[in-house]
């Protein structure tokens, strides 16, 4: 016998505010790190959320002196952010 009952997958939930803080905090961070000279590039790899912080996080890059990039060749199903020098 065949089950035909619909699989209930998950569905995709939205971010809450707090989920958007804490990846535009992660992006913070990595600000800090390049402006306080501890590393001259970061990649934040697999980060789910870079296109939704992505106008924020470029905003807190620029005004730091620091470069932003959204990479898009995805990794793991989520693009990567690439914090480093302005070129």
Do not use: C, K
């Not at 992660?26 to 600000?31: L, P, T």
């Amino acid at each position: 016998m065949e089950n035909r009952d619909p699989i209930a997958f998950p569905r995709a939930v939205e971010p809450t505010d707090e989920d958007l803080d804490r990846a535009l905090a992660e992006v913070d961070a990595a600000i800090a790190l390049v402006r306080g000279g501890a590393a001259v590039r970061i990649r934040l790899i697999g980060f789910a959320l870079a296109e939704m912080v992505a106008g924020l996080a470029a905003a807190h890059a620029q005004l730091a002196g620091v470069g932003f990039h959204v990479d898009r060749a995805e990794v793991a199903g989520a693009p990567a952010v690439i914090v480093g020098p302005i070129l």
